[in-house]
């Protein structure tokens, strides 16, 4: 029988057309773990697409090779063919017209004539034969790559990679390691056991960047043996360590670094320090010149400085066509569900980070959310 690794390679080997996807809300690990398999596979001479929703980050990560390759839409996934029986007749001239919202073909038979049951139609098949989504929990993560096209999804057989322990187990092969920090690592294992020699330097820094991202730059508690083994092999490979970290750790601007001294400013935790807060003006953006955007990078720095925190809370003024709102962020750290830490409210985005507004002056909005969330992270068995 044959093991995951081997079901896996197997499946990829009698497919002809690969889709890699994974979720709307991305990150370094999904990016390079999704690049790195879309270049390996490349070498397996397989016809292979990349496709994602876009994000406001793409620019962040324009350090990773073959980037601009991604897409962000499916496209042209069926053929309609319509089939005409030549059998009694033979074509002379083929036109066509469009009137409102109907095309009409005119075929001019050059002997003999057509009837309606000379004509047929059907739909060809999907243009993929297989799909992979890596470091995706759920389908609906997939966002509009998944809602437009759900019969795609459920008719071509899906090999699920990932590392989360929320993962829904929804592919014909399901390739779930708990263990790994990173799905990233999980296809180093996969590489490993196939062909380690197919790990070139653009792959290599594509699987390390994932690595990177999800230890801080090694600075998380979440770290293995085998997560620093790999991380060596693959600078041993050629991965360019310096680069990653410089573009996702060493490129805050002043403005952003502005802003994250005012968030410490009002910083405040738990007992315990599992759950931290901050509040953040419209002033401090209009101040230190940043924007909503900037916040992302505020949150990764409360991770790396702050490691026994499990759930960060940013609750922050903002301004849209002249109305004032009051914005929440949840970002969760382990196996704690943002969202049904933000169920209240609301709350919309992945497990590890939800989003909300609240229809309260800032002060109340915190005295409220966090006691809210502070109730329910009570109840959880640590």
């Known amino acids: 029988m044959l093991n995951s690794e081997q079901q896996i390679f197997e499946q990829i080997n009698k497919s002809n057309n690969i889709l890699i996807t994974f979720g709307r809300e991305w990150n370094a690990d999904a990016l390079g773990s999704g690049l790195a398999l879309y270049l390996y596979i490349k070498k397996l001479g397989k016809n292979v697409h990349l496709i994602s929703e876009e994000s406001s980050e793409h620019e962040k990560y324009s ?27 033979k074509v002379g001239e083929i036109k066509y017209e469009t009137k409102e919202n109907r095309l009409d073909f005119i075929i001019s038979p050059k002997e003999g004539f057509f009837t309606a049951d000379d004509v047929k139609s059907q739909s060809s098949n999907f243009k993929y034969d297989l799909i992979i989504t890596l470091d995706t929990p759920d389908l609906d993560s997939l966002g509009k790559i998944y809602e ?37 690592e999980i296809l180093f294992n996969l590489f490993e056991a196939q062909n380690l020699e197919f790990i070139d330097e653009d792959i290599a820094t594509c699987l390390l960047a994932g690595i990177i991202y999800k230890t801080h730059n090694f600075k998380t508690n979440n770290i293995t043996p085998r997560s620093l083994s790999i991380a060596s092999q693959l600078i041993e490979l050629g991965a360019d360590r310096e680069k990653i970290v410089k573009s996702l750790y060493r490129s805050l601007s002043i403005n952003t670094l502005k802003l994250w001294g005012r ?52 609750i922050y003024e903002s301004r ?52 809210n969330i502070s109730e329910k992270i009570k109840k959880i068995a640590y």
């Open 63 to 89: 350090f990773l090779p073959k980037l601009n390759e991604i897409e962000n839409s499916l496209n042209k996934l069926r053929s309609f063919i319509i089939s005409l029986d030549l059998s009694s007749a």
């Open 148 to 184: 437009e096209d759900m019969d795609f999804f459920y008719q071509v057989p899906i090999i699920n990679i990932d590392h989360n322990s929320q993962n829904e187990q929804f592919g014909q092969i399901n390739y779930v390691e708990l263990p790994a920090i990173s799905t990233s």
């Open 263 to 314: 968030t410490l400013a009002r910083l405040s935790s738990s007992s315990n320090k599992k759950l931290i807060w901050s509040l953040l003006t419209e002033n401090d953006f209009n101040k230190t010149e940043t924007k909503e955007e900037n916040l992302d990078d505020v949150i990764d720095e409360l991770i790396v400085n702050i490691p026994q925190a499990e759930v960060i809370v940013l």
């Open 320 to 371: 849209k066509n002249q109305k004032q709102t009051v914005k929440c962020i949840i970002k969760t750290t382990k196996n704690i569900n943002a969202l049904d830490l933000g169920k209240t409210y609301n709350a919309t985005g992945t497990r590890n980070l939800a989003e909300f507004n609240i229809n309260e002056k800032i002060t109340d909005a915190e005295q409220d959310i966090i006691g």
